[in-house]
């Protein structure tokens, strides 16, 4: 499956921003899709992940009540709404697929359970 990440920009602290994730190329609701971010210097690290089936999700202590996602089977797109970006928040984006199983309802949070990644979007927030 190929991934297309965007939405990233720049955004003031305190403000949002919604991230897409595009998925073509194989079934995307075999998945179960997850978002990554890297800053400058430091190790790539989880954000957020969402089951196939869109109803268990999971987030990083760090972004908890204020990241959301979700997903859109039919749209073949994931999602990650940011609120109340701190200048932390700033990254490279990157969505990934995990293969899942039809019978779980699975999440993962770890980068080695991702079998595919999209290119990364910029995410600057000012202080």
């Known amino acids: 499956v190929q991934l297309q990440a965007s939405g990233g920009g720049l955004v003031q602290a305190g403000g949002s921003l919604r991230l897409s994730c595009a998925a073509s190329?194989?079934?995307?609701?075999?998945?179960?899709m997850g978002w990554f971010r890297q800053a400058p210097g430091k190790e790539r690290e989880f954000v957020a992940a969402i089951s196939w089936r869109g109803t268990s999700t999971y987030y990083a202590d760090s972004v908890k009540d204020r990241f959301t996602i979700s997903r859109d089977n039919a749209k073949n797109t994931a999602y990650l709404r940011m609120n109340s970006l701190k200048s932390e928040d700033t990254a490279v984006y990157y969505c990934?697929?995990?293969?899942?199983?039809?019978?779980?309802?699975?999440?993962?949070?770890?980068?080695?359970?991702?079998?595919?990644w999209g290119q990364g979007t910029q995410v600057t927030v000012s202080s």
């Open positions: 190329g194989r079934t995307f609701s075999r998945f179960a």
């Open positions: 990934a697929a995990a293969t899942a199983s039809y019978y779980s309802d699975n999440y993962y949070h770890s980068i080695a359970d991702y079998d595919y």
